[in-house]
């Protein structure tokens, strides 16, 4: 079964443009995470909840395949899927379209890690956030 | 055969950091582009030169995986190894240690394209790079 | 006589933040950027069209004030107004807030120069462009 | 009298420049904040030092003039001079030039202050950093 995925939109600026005038392909990673908040935020939750419960959620893998360049002004529609959804770790899938196109511009996943600030060490995805997820995953 | 890699080290300064107290993720791709810089420089070319012939390098895939934290005023070392080398595109491997403790940070890989910057194409990457590119492939 | 400046707002994301777990004072000149770009974008035209047309607007003078930290997930309105309006150059004032609580976070301008992209010199800023400043300047 | 300033050296990296194909107007701040890592790293100690005595050093103050674009590859020399230290705040001047033309690129200053992590209070800069800094001011 696939799940509608969460979508959320942003603006390529100035500042995201490389001199081949198109956006600079680690960027890509930067609009990811952003998708990544807005997603939370949907939610009802941000790093910060997850930080002053004395954990945070490491990035333990990246990976983005670049189809079309992005250019400055262009409106970017992030996609994000819950890939795979495990007692530690998260696996989101992505896809980047130029929302007035329908361009596919990037597709790809990060994988991250729900770890204790003083341990380091990799710790089960507290259940509130594990019941927020869920409907997000296949 | 496994050939010595290009070896290239870097600080990392405050503005690479994030509010985890570690090198934001999207960095290491930044770093591994320096690197890529770098490399060039060595051989005695860079990213201009190509520019100048009407070609660019897009990157078309582009993989981390994070091991440990790199942290403000850490000195990283990146190995870069020339991991294919086709007729249009190369895949470079890295791997990023912290240089004063031999701990690794994070590993991976990028393929880019020699693109035509008129038609937007692949095309052959010049015989002078592929030469100087080949000493350092498998 | 005191106009409303223009007003837009973005929202802080964990790669705007450093490891003081604050906004880094360069990204307040980014978001600088943003507010003209979404300045433009409400005028009815972008950087895009003034670089079609040969110019573009270098940056020749940048100042800002810190008042407090901004953090991740803060909403940041910019406020930027058009402080003086001459024949090849405008000084754009600006003041940050935490849109929340209405907390003064930075305030300063910027001084862009309207440029030939061939020459490097600087030109008169095209009659239009004036003609959509001028209600927004003092 | 005038003293010889610090110098230190940074290489344009492909990720400092923006679609107008010179370095972003904000990245002259982040060669701005190396050059006072180095400086820092070169009297022997860091950011991270501060950071462990409960302290912080926060911006409050940055103004840049923009003489000429940096480009990609371009070899940068910053100078950076203690233009005033007094017993809370240092303001450090600086220019940055092209190091193998000797073309000033830029100019500019920013007022750091020493401050208390826990109260965000303004405190005296500790004597042994007031004395290493001393030998550079005027």
Known sequence: MSLTPFKTA???TWADTDAAQV?????????LERAEEDFYRHLGF????ITKRGFWFPRVEAFCQYKKPARFNDLIEVE??????REKSVKYGFRMLNKDTGVLLAEGYVVIVMA???????VPIPKEIVEKLK???K
């Open 10 to 12: 942003l603006r390529v």
């Open 46 to 49: 941000s790093f910060i909840d």
């Open 23 to 31: 956006v600079h392909y680690a960027n890509y990673f930067r609009f």
């Open 135 to 137: 409907p997000f995953s």
């Open 80 to 85: 994000l899927t819950v890939e795979e959804l």
């Open 116 to 122: 204790d600030k003083q341990t380091q060490k990799a």
